[in-house]
Every structure is written in structure tokens, then in C-alpha cells.
């Protein structure tokens, strides 16, 4: 069946860096559309970035510029780095894949960003 597991959350400072990683499993992985969202506590899920089959990719505009997705077809994961992490980044970080017109999420990875 279809698995979507994130990884790499964790607390960091101000101004810090994580790599948070999405593995799938269970569909062509290659075929498919991959996302990460956030959700903040009290706040509706939005979208951070977003990345196609074909390597295209697309960002929130309070992301862009310190935030990267990337995809490894080869492995069946998609990561997102994050630089420069602001305490409103703080959040639940999911994973969503789309294949066709199906969508998949993960459980989620904690990113609380504090000194």
C-alpha cells in the first residue's frame, strides 16, 4: 500500500538549518507530484513548496529564497532543505503525494524553530 513517512524535524535556533526528508512507497514515485505543507497551531495547512516529476518547482512566497525541495527518484524521496529558519516557521510539517488524482500525506514532522 501506499506509504508517505517524514523525517529530520526537530527543534533549532533562529537562523538554523534543517533537511526534512519524505520517503514513499507503494507507487511509481518517479510519476508522481510531491508537496510539503506546514500546519501552525491555530492555523489553516498551507502550502510551503511543491515539486513536479520533472524537477520543477514552486514556493510560498515566505519561503523562497531559504527554503529548497528537491527530489532523488532513485531513492523515492523528496526533501526539503530549510536555511535561515524564523520562529513563525514553527510548525507540522507534512508530506503529500499525488498520484493521478489521489493524494497521500504522511503523519507529520515537528519543526519548532526557538532560542
Known amino acids: 500500500q501506499v506509504q508517505v513517512v517524514e523525517s529530520g524535524g526537530g527543534l533549532v535556533q533562529p537562523g538554523g538549518s534543517l533537511r526534512l526528508s519524505c520517503a514513499a512507497s507503494?507507487?511509481?514515485?518517479?510519476?508522481?507530484?510531491m508537496s510539503w505543507y506546514r500546519q501552525a497551531p491555530g492555523k489553516q495547512r498551507e502550502l510551503v513548496a511543491a515539486?513536479?516529476?520533472?524537477?520543477?518547482?514552486n514556493y510560498a512566497g515566505s519561503v523562497k529564497g531559504r527554503f529548497t525541495i528537491s527530489r532523488d527518484n532513485g531513492k523515492n524521496t523528496v526533501y526539503l532543505q530549510m536555511n535561515r529558519l524564523k520562529p513563525e516557521d514553527t510548525a507540522v510539517y507534512f508530506c503529500?503525494?499525488?498520484?493521478?488524482?489521489?493524494?497521500?500525506w504522511g503523519q507529520g514532522t515537528q519543526v519548532t524553530v526557538s532560542s
Open positions: 503529500e503525494a499525488v498520484i493521478g488524482t489521489t493524494d497521500y
Open positions: 515539486i513536479t516529476r520533472t524537477g520543477l518547482t
Open positions: 507503494g507507487f511509481t514515485f518517479s510519476s508522481s507530484y
